[in-house]
């Protein structure tokens, strides 16, 4: 990476972004003269809250209107931190955000773009539109096949696995927890291994040593733990040697501790400038995780201190479902009244007994009942249609003093 | 010489770069100022394509932070990329 890059983005963020040009006003900052990594540490740092707070400011004002407007895609965080933002991506930067992670898959893993691949999501977007889900599995095109994690069992996941076996895929994408539910039913009912898998690679959640180890010995192929955020995509991937190696084409990456840039070798938390996403900068991001930067063979290494573990919610049949479902219902609620929900977190007290937390938009208070049928008639999971939720509001919520997250599903049965 | 080198560097590469085009282009109307984004309609998986033909063809390598926008996007900087790696290989 090199300053120049930096020093675009960042001055392209202060003039053209009306948050940051904000931001600066208030802060005296002259963007025009910050010219090298050296004073790029005097622009503020930003978190999640900042951008909600921000609304449609954090968007580049050239994208306001046509032609620019007309690349616009828009993702959605609902990541561990239990935070809603909208994304937006020009298309063409986020092409360019993926080449780095595209190149390392091909040469580390020998994956070539073209080589067929199942993955799993939560809620599906066409035309930037939220999509009803009529099926378990969607094929997007002849060479990837994704799988709901909505209304998961184990009857659908042995489904699953068979739709895999047809497909055939070579590398899957998948988070650690949907990857060891996979493997569990596969051992459980002695069924055979992938034939044509060559490769897998886990995202999303903290990845633990034990777990990577199991699913490396029962699919018996490569496994590679990926980092990254909808914010700005991958941050850092592997290279076959088990190192995170920060993807420098794509990000910049600080870690700070006490509003402070630490050395290498230091714990911290992880800030992020993305040098690809223009429509909507995200310049000395805060990720939510925590991490250590460090050197090898001259390339920058990312060590995850605290990310997301992954945790299970047991349902009336004492499956293990992953913690994904609660996604859905809150995009469904963002997604038919606006974005009202500000902060979630639901926590499985007992089977069939769970609290719902919510932070809403303060103007919308006279919505719960909305929000609450909503929240319930999406879930879509016919194991939990007997729970019990105990819905409170919150003004915020707060991140876990250990986690330094706040994690958006907590299981508390003692299981 | 050295112009002669860029120049039929050029020519290969606009000759790669339209074979995975998603838009329909003449090659004839391409020249170095063409863009992969915005001239091709290149996708992530059309420059991992490219990058694989370029390292193939050239037996040079792209390293992480070399693999920056400013060096892709443009057939004029990728063929300065790729001189660059050759002259440094013939100077040993």
């Known amino acids: ?415 | 010489m050295r112009a002669e080198m860029k120049s039929e560097i050029i020519d290969d590469l606009l000759k790669m770069a339209v074979k995975n085009a998603r838009k329909v282009v003449d090659v004839k109307e391409l020249g170095e100022r063409t863009l992969l984004i915005e001239d091709l309609g290149y996708d992530s998986i059309d420059f991992m394509e490219l990058i694989i033909q370029i390292e193939g063809k050239y037996d040079v390598e792209f390293g992480g932070t070399e693999i920056l926008l400013s060096n892709l996007n443009s057939i004029n900087i990728i063929a300065d990329f790729i001189q660059k790696k050759l002259q440094e290989r013939k100077d040993g």
Not at chain 1, 154 to 174: G, H, S
Request: charged share 25%; net charge neutral; aromatic share 14%.
């Open chain 1, 1 to 415: 990476m090199d300053d120049a890059q930096l020093m675009q983005v960042a001055r392209y963020a202060y003039k053209e972004v009306p948050f940051y040009s904000n931001l600066a006003k208030e802060k005296n900052i002259c963007i025009d003269s910050i010219k090298s990594k050296e004073n790029f540490i005097v622009l503020p740092l930003i978190n999640k809250d900042m951008f909600q707070k921000g609304n449609r400011y954090t968007l580049s004002e050239r994208y306001y209107s046509y032609p620019y407007s007309s690349r616009i895609m828009i993702r959605r965080t609902s990541g561990s931190t239990g935070k809603y933002l909208k994304i937006y991506w020009d298309f063409q930067d986020d092409i360019r955000s993926l080449i780095e992670l595209w190149y390392n898959r091909k040469k580390y893993y020998g994956i070539h773009p073209r080589d067929k691949y199942c993955f799993f999501y939560t809620t599906e977007y066409n035309a930037n539109k939220l999509v009803e889900e009529a099926d378990t599995s969607l094929a997007i095109d002849k060479r990837s096949l994704g799988f709901s994690k909505n209304d998961l069992n184990k009857a659908k996941i042995i489904e699953i696995c068979k739709k895999m076996y047809e497909f055939d895929p070579v590398y899957l994408l998948v988070q650690p927890s949907m990857a060891v539910l996979i493997m569990e039913c596969m051992k459980e009912n002695r069924l055979p291994r992938l034939r044509s898998l060559r490769y897998i690679e886990l995202t999303g959640e903290m990845l633990l040593d034990t777990v990577r180890d199991s699913i490396e010995n029962f699919f018996n192929c490569a496994v590679s733990n990926q980092y990254g955020c909808n914010e700005t995509n991958c941050i850092a991937s592997e290279r076959g040697d088990g190192e995170l190696y920060i993807h420098a084409s794509n990000v910049y990456v600080e870690i700070i501790r006490n509003g402070i840039v630490v050395p290498d070798g230091e714990c911290g938390d992880i800030y992020v400038t993305s040098l690809t996403n223009y429509a909507m900068p995200f310049i000395r991001y805060k990720t939510g995780d925590q991490g250590i930067l460090g050197k090898k063979d001259g390339r920058q290494t990312l060590t995850l201190v605290k990310g997301r573990e992954s945790q299970f919610i047991i349902d009336e049949e004492r499956n293990k479902l992953p913690f994904y479902i609660f996604i859905r219902p809150i995009e469904h609620i963002n997604e038919h009244l606006g974005t009202i929900v500000n902060q979630f977190q639901i926590v499985q007290l007992s089977i069939n007994r769970f609290i719902v937390r919510f932070s809403i938009n303060p103007s919308y208070s006279g919505w719960k009942k909305t929000i609450e049928n909503l929240f319930i008639s999406n879930i879509k999971q016919a194991t939990l249609e007997n729970a019990e939720w105990v819905f409170e509001y919150k003004d915020n919520l707060y991140p876990d003093n250990f986690t330094g997250k706040l994690s958006y599903f907590s299981n508390e049965m003692g299981e």
